[in-house]
Nanobody, 122 residues
Framework: QVQLVESGGGLVQAGVSLRLSCAASGRTFSSYAMGWFRQAPGKEREFVAAINWSGDSTHYADSVKGRFTMSRDNAKNTVYLEMNSLKPEDTAVYYC???????????????WGQGTQVTVSS
């Protein structure tokens, strides 16, 4: 079992940066691939980024590539999402998830956090 708790969301202006964190419980955290997803009001959940168990391989959605960076610290059981040059269209609830493989499909992730709200004003 892995429990995930996101933090770091908030209300920011367009163009600024924000870092989300996802703290995991469980001794097996380092064996999981991790992903970030987001869901805007009235829209389906979409993939944002993913990272493999060791942190040396990442995968990003085209919409965030070059602006967002995902990383992990297995010693701290935490993954991060550094978000730069934020845009109003980045407004969503952001969720972290744990799974067996790096994937952009939410169906391949076993554990999910409760989400953290990010609101970007223009």
């Amino acid at each position: 079992q892995v429990q995930l708790v996101e933090s770091g969301g908030g209300l920011v202006q367009a163009g600024v940066s924000l870092r989300l964190s996802c703290a995991a419980s469980g001794r097996t955290f380092s064996s999981y691939a991790m992903g970030w997803f987001r869901q805007a009001p009235g829209k389906e959940r979409e993939f944002v980024a993913a990272i493999n168990w060791s942190g040396d391989s990442t995968h990003y959605a085209d919409s965030v590539k070059g602006r967002f960076t995902m990383s992990r610290d297995n010693a701290k059981n935490t993954v991060y999402l550094e978000m730069n040059s934020l845009k109003p269209e980045d407004t969503a609830v952001y969720y972290c998830a744990a799974g067996q493989v790096v994937a952009d499909s939410g169906r391949l992730y076993e554990y999910w956090g409760q989400g953290t709200q990010v609101t970007v004003s223009s």
